[in-house]
């Protein structure tokens, strides 16, 4: 098939929060242990992808990030699209123009390459074979994972929803290292639940996940935690089944802290929580205990926290946050579990 002169696609992908947390990874993007994550409807990117075939040999990249030219990013992304050729081979000799953006503002603190590099990876596949992504649903959604595995691990998430798993896992009969699978069975409780990312600091990451990946070869506590994060992921893909609220947030909770117990403890230690983000773990945990309603937190690789609960205790979750962030001045993303990437053209 040929690339059409001057075609535009446009796709929609939301962000995910792990709650199995992958942190450590080898060769092309394999992680070290398998995650599963919630993915989200609000916090999304828009890519809108235009290409035309050319005479001369190679790819031409153009890349814009809030209709702002940023050839600082063209590198990473023309490396990306370049790894994904064995894929895409229409795009061998084109000019692309990429135009990105997100639904959340650029200081908000929210990692955007799963959300990112997911719209990218579903936009030039889809160019690439358009009567498979009409036709074939899942096989395309399969291979629009794969494709985003290689730009950002974490993206191969962000295909299905509400919560997916990636990383191969012996208990596990179907569960893959090169691409992610929907959890096939998740309870009622569970399919309509709600991410407050409370925004302790905003400012642009000081670590990248590259580097924190990296920090994990040789960490002295490397081999048991991808063990553990390997016994976790059966147990949690259970109690997404049976409806289990306390053992989701014991998991959840205890996940959120070894990813950072795992940077605490690198060869080159690293703090990203702020005082902010252990005072207000602390109320999570209080209100959890003076109310015995279904909430808990997790983390991302950043200060933020991720209030996590079931859309049924909205109201009471509401009235306490609300008191709580305006005496505290800080900025809420209200979230909360979606359907998955969409097509906008
Ligand atoms: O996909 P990456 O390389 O940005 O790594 C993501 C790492 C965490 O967000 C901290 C955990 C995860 O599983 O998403």
Avoid at 250 to 275: C, D, G, R, V
Avoid at 319 to 324: I, K, P
Wanted: with cysteine; proline share 5%.
């Amino acid at each position: 098939m040929s690339i059409q002169p001057k075609d535009s696609i446009i796709w929609r992908c939301p962000s995910n929060i792990a709650i199995i947390k992958y942190w450590g990874k080898r060769g092309n993007q394999i992680p070290a242990n398998s995650s599963v994550s919630l993915t989200l409807s609000e916090s999304f990117t828009e890519v809108e992808l235009e290409f035309e075939g050319k005479k001369e040999k190679g790819i031409e990249l153009e890349y814009y990030f809030e209709n702002q030219k940023k050839p600082e990013f063209e590198e990473r992304i023309l490396r990306f699209v370049q790894t994904a050729l064995n894929d895409l081979p229409v795009f061998l000799n084109s000019k692309v123009i990429i135009k990105s953006k997100n639904s959340f503002p650029h200081s908000a603190g929210i990692a955007s390459s799963a959300s990112s590099f997911g719209a990218l990876a579903l936009a030039l596949l889809d160019a690439s074979f358009p009567r498979n992504y009409e036709n074939n649903n899942t096989k395309f959604l399969d291979k629009a994972s794969f494709i985003a595995r290689l730009g950002s691990g974490s993206a191969c998430r962000s295909m299905f929803a509400p919560f997916a798993l990636w990383g191969e896992n012996q208990l596990l009969k179907e569960s893959y290292d090169e691409m992610a699978i929907p959890v096939s069975e998740v309870h009622p409780e569970f399919r309509d639940i709600q991410d407050d990312i409370l925004i302790v600091d905003s400012s642009p990451k000081k670590f990248s996940s590259s580097l924190g990946h990296s920090l994990m070869k040789g960490h002295a506590f490397a081999e048991s935690r991808f063990a553990q994060a390997n016994q976790r992921t059966p147990l949690l893909i259970n109690v997404l089944a049976n409806g289990d609220w306390r053992k989701f947030i014991n998991i959840t909770e205890s996940e959120a802290l070894t990813l950072h117990a795992m940077m605490l403890s690198s060869e080159e230690p690293f703090i990203l929580m702020k005082p902010q983000t252990l005072q207000i773990i602390e109320r999570i945990q209080n209100f959890r205990k003076e109310t015995g309603l279904p909430i808990c937190f997790t983390l991302d690789a950043g200060p933020n926290v991720h209030v996590i609960y079931s859309s049924k205790i909205k109201d009471e979750v509401n009235s306490f946050l609300n008191t709580f962030i305006n005496s505290i001045g800080i900025d809420v993303i209200n979230d909360k579990s979606g359907n998955g990437p969409v097509k906008i053209r």
